[in-house]
């Protein structure tokens, strides 16, 4: 059976597309802070936030609820799948919920099985990923081309919904404004302009923050060529 250049062509297209959006959610991994809403029994809503950190290959994390807050259990992340546990003690008794669900951007969806003594329940499970707060001000530090460590400080904040900041440094004549800000998933990037001998020179950042840490890096410009340095930071 011959196939025409034009279906190959669009087989290898769909393939690529699909291969593309799987590995961008791959990337954003599961880190951040995810909110649903329950229904109670008499009606009532109730607004549960679970907030995810993946450190060192281990998801960790809160869940908080209506009255409290819980650490979860046997955290896994793998191939786009998350799954924990929950154990609470209420007026009911001992409730252990195990929760499984598929990423999906910033979507998890999957289900939840909460088991109460002899008695289980299980339902489905929609939560949505809010943009991590990096808020504060966080101590970064990176290697110079001829070994030296530069350091600085820069503080981001979020007004009317923009995130800003300042890039601060010993090294650095003044501050330099932290530009076009934004957060994807678990990826911090943004931009800072330097200006020196009359010139300026736009530095774009990228970090993936996880926790208290962010690992990213510099790309720059200088005498026309291109180049590229890793920065590391930790939350003060």
């Not at 669009?10 to 291969?19: D, E, G, L, Q, T």
């Not at 992340?77 to 990423?103: M, P």
């Not at 979020?158 to 932290?178: C, D």
């Not at 510099?218 to 930071?233: F, H, V």
């Amino acid at each position: 059976m011959n196939i025409s250049p034009c279906l190959r062509a669009a087989a290898a297209a769909v393939f690529f597309f699909h291969a593309l959006s799987t590995s961008l959610a791959e990337s954003s991994g599961p880190a951040g802070a995810w909110k649903w809403t329950t229904q109670t029994q008499n009606g009532e809503s109730r607004e549960w936030v679970l907030d995810l950190r993946w450190e060192n290959g281990k998801l960790l994390g809160k869940l908080k609820g209506p009255r409290n807050e819980t650490e979860i259990q046997e955290g896994r992340y793998a191939e786009g799948q998350v799954s924990f546990k929950v154990t609470r003690e209420t007026q009911r008794g001992t409730l252990q919920s195990t929760y499984q669900g598929k990423l999906d951007g910033d979507t998890l969806k999957g289900k939840v099985e909460t088991k109460n003594g002899e008695r289980t329940n299980e339902r489905e499970w929609v939560a949505k990923r809010e943009g991590l707060d990096v808020s504060g001000a966080w101590a970064w530090s990176m290697k110079r081309e001829n070994g030296d460590t530069m350091e600085a400080t820069f503080t981001l904040s979020r007004s009317n919904g923009q995130l800003a900041g300042k890039f601060e440094s010993e090294g650095l004549p003044q501050p330099l404004e932290i530009k076009n800000a934004k957060i994807e998933g678990n990826t911090l990037t943004f931009d800072t302009v330097l200006e020196r001998d009359g010139a300026s020179t736009t530095i774009k950042n990228s970090a993936t923050i996880s926790g208290k840490t962010m690992k990213g890096k510099a790309e720059g410009t200088r005498e026309g060529q291109s180049w590229t340095r890793e920065w590391e930071a930790t939350r003060k």
